[in-house]
């Protein structure tokens, strides 16, 4: 779909009430996110989501790197006998696993997995380069794609392949191992809540719910706009067990043979899916100024002929001023209207509209109009880059705050079976429940309402279990994506 050639490119998109995973996908292929591609379950990520995954990509690479990790890369394939080794945690992943079979029209002697993970692959060659306590921590972070043979998908939230960063960290002891984990979900929920705006509930998955072969799993949980939970992002302690899988072992200070203890953590492409549900409304994306591809743009109003080289001259000034202030675009397409242009940024998700009139010429002015909550102001051109800077910011916090009361809004406390039943059948979003512990309970729940443990969050307080009374911990349910 070319904007030059296609005057419709502002399609009418379905209302969130009326049908939410069919507006969500409505705004992914006409805000040019990205589009179905020949290969089932695959989509082609557009410039313009392209944009917005780098942005994220780039905060996020910052604060890996600013806790002392380094960025590294793993081949794509892993030999079926790789793989393997590591029957536990692969279990999980058999169905999906995609395999490699022939090359050309040679039959190869060991099949290959295209990676739905890495353990296998970087496991084996911590193996080979580990063999004293001084060469520990290793902290190696991968921004990659893995491929998941997906029976139902959607773009960015669940596809058959997709983009992600994984760390892989090895160390010493146990405690030098559980600190990284719980770190990285930290530098996890500053990402999240203050360069994507969502807010999240941190804490442990239960252990049926945590990453096959680890020791401890713990999540980042989002409510999305339509009251379902959305996994965010995990960090694992895996303990021992890949280790000793792959004989990851180590020459310690007391001289003696000991095996490694790792984690691992990741988040995906998923994101720009949570980015969309949480802060999109029925006129389409609004995007967090921080990643935004576009933090601004520049709308000339051409108006009386006469006046059109003195607007010209004007946008350009007002172009000086935004270089150093933020990312913009000057939309001075001739063949689309001023509506029609603001209908398409405003589908987009741009933060801030900047309109130059014939007026606003007159009186050395700009008019600035704010996506989120669609208010106009006339600033004078001397002060548009402090004021720009000043909304910017203004948004963003306003994104986190909204998204943030309309989670602890849907955020429900419940004392009984009967309470957790009903406030996920008519009410959704979040329920605080105790639990006693057991999977059986945690599964007798699912079952009866298809709501899931999210986590177990730290702060506790412990009561009666909603399904068998028994004493245990306060947990977080919801249904989920």
């Known amino acids: 779909m070319e904007e030059n050639n296609n005057n419709n490119f502002v399609e009418a998109i379905t209302d969130k009430s009326v049908d939410f995973k069919r507006w969500y996908t409505d705004v992914i292929i006409a805000a040019q996110l990205a589009d179905y591609s020949p290969i089932k379950g695959c989509m082609v990520i557009r410039p313009y989501g392209c944009s917005l995954w780098e942005n994220m990509k780039r905060f996020l690479d910052k604060k890996i790197k600013d806790t002392g990790h380094e960025n590294a890369y793993f081949p794509l394939f892993v030999p079926e006998s790789l793989l393997a080794k590591e029957a536990e945690h692969i279990k999980g992943f058999a169905p999906e696993v995609a395999w490699v079979t022939h090359a050309g029209q040679e039959k190869l002697e060991e099949r290959l997995a295209i990676r739905p993970t890495s353990e296998a692959i970087i496991g084996s060659m911590y193996a080979k380069w580990i063999d004293s306590w001084r060469d520990l921590p290793i902290l190696i972070n991968q921004w990659a794609n893995v491929v998941r043979w997906e029976k139902v998908t959607r773009p960015f939230l669940r596809t058959t392949e997709f983009l992600w960063q994984e760390g892989h960290t090895v160390h010493r002891t146990e405690e030098e191992a559980e600190e990284e984990t719980l770190k990285m979900l930290e530098v996890y929920k500053d990402f999240m809540e203050n360069d994507l705006a969502i807010p999240v509930y941190i804490g442990r998955k239960t252990e049926r719910e945590k990453f096959a072969g680890a020791l401890r799993t713990y999540s980042l949980e989002a409510l999305m706009s339509d009251g379902k939970a959305l996994q965010a992002g995990t960090s694992h302690n895996l303990g021992q067990y890949f280790a000793k899988v792959f004989n990851i072992t180590f020459q310690d200070m007391d001289g003696e043979r000991k095996f490694a203890w790792q984690t691992s953590w990741g988040v995906s492409t998923r994101l720009i899916g949570a980015l969309i549900m949480v802060h999109g409304d029925d006129s389409g994306l609004i995007m967090p100024p921080k990643v935004a591809p576009i933090q601004a743009v520049v709308l000339p109003i051409w108006g009386n002929k006469t006046l059109e080289g003195a607007v010209e001259a004007k946008v350009k000034e007002v172009g000086e001023i935004l270089a150093d202030v933020c990312r913009f675009k000057v939309d001075d397409r001739r063949e689309h209207t001023v509506g029609w242009k603001f209908n398409e940024w405003e589908l987009r998700g741009v933060p801030l509209r900047i309109e130059v009139g014939p007026r606003d010429i007159e009186k050395n002015q700009v008019v600035l109009v704010r996506r989120d909550v669609r208010k ?65 309970c945690e599964m007798k729940i699912k079952e009866k309402t298809m709501a899931t443990i999210r986590c177990i969050p730290f702060e506790q307080k412990n009561g009666k279990c909603v399904m068998c009374g028994k004493n245990g911990p306060m947990v977080y349910f919801a249904k989920s994506y």
Request: some cysteine; hydrophobic content about 30%; charged content about 40%.
């Open 376 to 440: 106009k102001e006339f600033v004078p051109i001397e002060k548009l880059k402090d004021k720009v800077t000043e909304l910017l910011n203004e948004i963003q916090k306003n994104l986190f705050e909204k998204a943030r009361k309309f989670r602890d809004n849907n955020t429900r406390e419940a004392t009984n079976f009967e309470e957790l039943s009903s406030m996920v059948e008519s009410k959704q979003g979040f329920i605080k429940a105790c639990w006693c512990g057991s999977e059986d």
